[in-house]
């Protein structure tokens, strides 16, 4: 391992009720679940996620690889951690 990054619930949390806002429960429903670092619960918001359109969710899909990676979003085409350029972790 190269790199080590620090990542907080913090940023995450305040992305996600941005992007949620127009979502007050599955807003609740992610707070709550980060809040209280349960696994299950996340489980079941990302659930309810799935019943929300496409964009919607990309967009929490996104905010959640930015917080991971730092910004860098591995592509949709990606297959076993390998992106576009066929080189693992590029």
């Known amino acids: 391992m190269d790199t080590v990054r620090v990542v907080s619930l ?3 949390r305040r992305d996600l009720a941005e992007l ?4 007050p429960l599955l ?3 992610f707070e709550r ?3 209280k670092r349960d696994g299950k619960l996340l489980d079941d918001a990302f659930r309810t996620l799935a019943l929300y359109p496409q964009s919607l969710r990309e967009a929490i ?4 690889c930015r ?3 730092g910004g860098r979003l591995l592509s949709r085409d990606s297959v076993g951690g390998h ?3 066929g080189v693992a972790g590029s």
Not at 20 to 23: A, D, F, G, N
Not at 61 to 64: N, P, Q, S, Y
């Open 10 to 12: 913090v940023a995450l």
């Open 20 to 23: 949620l806002q127009p979502h």
């Open 27 to 29: 807003r609740l429903r």
């Open 33 to 35: 679940a980060l809040a």
């Open 61 to 64: 899909e996104d905010a959640i």
């Open 67 to 69: 917080w991971l990676f």
């Open 83 to 85: 992106d576009r350029t």
